[in-house]
């Protein structure tokens, strides 16, 4: 298990000049980095306007923004367009989910570059083959071999512009059903390529498998988890077992397709606006959050 002490980032002398230097800042803080799926600029806006400290530019929620299945139907322009977007929009970092990384290792090192260029703090790309399914869909993953994988690492790393971006390697040996050993030994080598830290996924609904990881994980790279389906651990369990990120990489899209549902059920059925208009935000609240001057907003 990595401590707060040994988190393997160095710690930068004076106040953070960028975002990437900021969310270093903030691992080796005394409570874990939240990040919040987002697909574009407002719903970015949303997750800093409720405190997270950084946005996960999802690329789940990134396909379903387009009505498109999570399954490398996406181009890397338009992952890379919406990440865009986000950053824009917020100060928090942004870390841009960029599934297998669009393809092999010059893939890796043309998006690394791409990223950097607009100020993206980190990017995490993931271990199964392209193109690759959503990890909670029924059919199997397939996994690109370990070595094939720590290659797209290290290459995105020596392609890397600036130092202080991280590049965030994720196995889906636990998704896969390859076991504990396997998902272990894969971080050790994306770690030894050069991944500044290791997310494991798991779609367990307990989250057994992992904080058993964390307790065997012996590399000084931090760890990130993704508690979409073993939801009942806490933050602070995270933490403590020595996940220093913690994703809600869809929340707030579902959230906002559960809402939206409901209120257009009840305006179909109710034939008028007014029927709906104390469960929507008034137009104020979406001027505001647009950034639109106060003198052009309305009480509406």
């Given amino acids: 298990m990595v401590t707060q002490e040994t988190s ?31 697909h574009d600029g407002l719903s970015a806006k949303l997750v800093q306007q409720a405190g997270f400290e950084a946005v996960w530019a999802s690329s789940f929620e990134i396909s379903a923004s387009h009505g498109l299945p999570d399954a490398s139907l996406v181009t890397m322009t338009q992952y890379l367009d919406a990440a865009t977007a986000m950053d824009a929009v917020t100060d928090v970092p942004v870390i841009a989910d960029c599934d ?15 990223y950097a260029r607009i100020g993206i703090a980190a990017m995490c790309i993931e271990d199964k083959l392209f193109p690759k399914i959503n990890s909670f869909a029924a059919d199997g993953q397939d996994l690109l071999p370990a070595e094939d994988f720590a290659l797209k690492i290290k290459t995105g790393k020596e392609a890397q512009p600036d130092p202080d971006m991280l590049l965030i390697a994720r196995t889906e040996a636990l998704i896969a059903g390859a076991g504990m050993e396997e998902a272990l030994d894969r971080g050790r080598l994306y770690a030894a390529a050069g991944a500044d830290a290791v997310l494991v996924h798991s779609k367990s609904r307990r989250p057994d498998e992992v904080l058993e990881f964390a307790s065997r994980w012996d590399v000084d790279v931090p760890l990130v988890a993704v508690p979409t389906t073993y939801d009942s651990v806490t933050e602070d369990e995270l933490y403590q077992a020595g996940y220093r990120v913690v994703i809600y990489a869809n929340q707030g899209l579902r959230a906002a397709v559960r809402g939206a549902q409901e209120v257009l059920r009840e305006l179909n059925t109710a034939g008028n606006a007014r029927a709906v208009g104390e469960r929507i935000a008034p137009m104020s609240e979406v001027f505001a959050l647009q950034g639109m001057p106060s003198d052009y907003r309305t009480k509406p």
């Fill in 8 to 38: 393997g980032l160095p710690e930068a002398p004076g106040a953070p000049a960028n975002k990437a230097q900021a969310l270093r800042a903030l691992l080796r803080g005394p409570s874990p980095v939240r990040a919040v799926g987002a």
């Fill in 100 to 114: 297998t990384g669009f393809g092999g290792p010059m893939n890796v090192a043309y998006a690394v570059k791409r």
